[in-house]
């Protein structure tokens, strides 16, 4: 499970496309050099490459050559990885929620009769170390059966605590429950997979006589943009233009919301500098059109949409597609969305602690609660 910066490694995804692969144009063009190279290692070197592994190479380097961050070509195994959290379907995992901190990986979240439980990591353990080099230094990913030591420290001390990944289901998107003063909380983990619309709108029926609903996207690393519309139609009444694309080539597309306003309760929701992409685009929206009061930090600043294509061999390829802007125009990108109410977050979000330290979830209801007075 790869974090960075507190978060896990997502994009915001417009859609996911099938193509026929990568290759290098034929004739004249702008690979020749490419084609020289391939042809001397195939024909020349000692230790000749094989044509998947060189065009694998080559695809990488063109990503790389674009110079943006989060445009990357994936190996097979990492689209393997990325669409099996899409789809919500099982993979190699130890049942986990770990939160990159400057120390190590923070265990915030453990799944019941999870193979990470069954081991005795538990919730509030730091990890520092795996197979004893320090969690920095390790590009983990778990694999299905492979036994893995992690170095724990937990309450001042240190333990090793060995668990072996196997497959699970993914966490849960989305984490709904009643507060004690009568109103609503909702924690959505990420937008990404399948079927977190139905989730959500599950979840805000749930309230829907509350007083108000919470919404907490801290540390929501984004998802699918379609998933944050459809989820963002019944917070609206219908036909609200709430975003517009700037796409390559001066392409412009504008969105609107479908179906009808359904909830009507009072709404916060909570952000910090890890609501990154489409959590951005959730809070935007809501604060933008004067639907949700947000409470907390300014987010990350990522306004940029990723599309994601799967070559022949089962690689793919994300890239940048577009810009996304509020309605009116208002940027996200390396700005972020500010707060009404601005509460610096400088630690872990208070779900990851007790909800009653959670200053800001407890700030945000006493925000509802003045407006209603």
Known sequence: MRKQKGMVIWVCLLCVMLAGGVGYVAGRGPFVMARQVEATLKNEALTPLDTLTMDQAACAALAQAVEDEY?????PAQMQDLMADITGEEAAGIGAELLSVQEGWQVTDIMEQSPAQNAGLAKGDLIIKINGESVGKVD??????VTTLFTVQREGMTRDIVVIPQKIEPLPAIIAKPLPNGYGYIRIRSFVQEGIEDEFEKAMEQFSQ???????????PGGRMDAVLTMLNGCLPDKTEVLCLL???????????SGGQRYTMPMAVLTDGQSASAAEIFAGVLQNQGRALIVGDTTYGKGVVQKLKTLKDGSGLKYTMAEYRMADGTVIHEKGVAPDVKLTCDGLPGWAGTELEDIPLQTAVQALEAQQR
């Open 210 to 220: 509350a007083k108000g609903v919470i919404i907490d996207v801290r540390h929501n």
């Open 247 to 257: 796409e390559a080539k001066g392409k412009e597309e504008r969105y609107q919301t």
């Open 71 to 75: 445009t990357q070509w994936l190996s």
């Open 140 to 145: 983990w990913v778990p694999e299905e059966g």
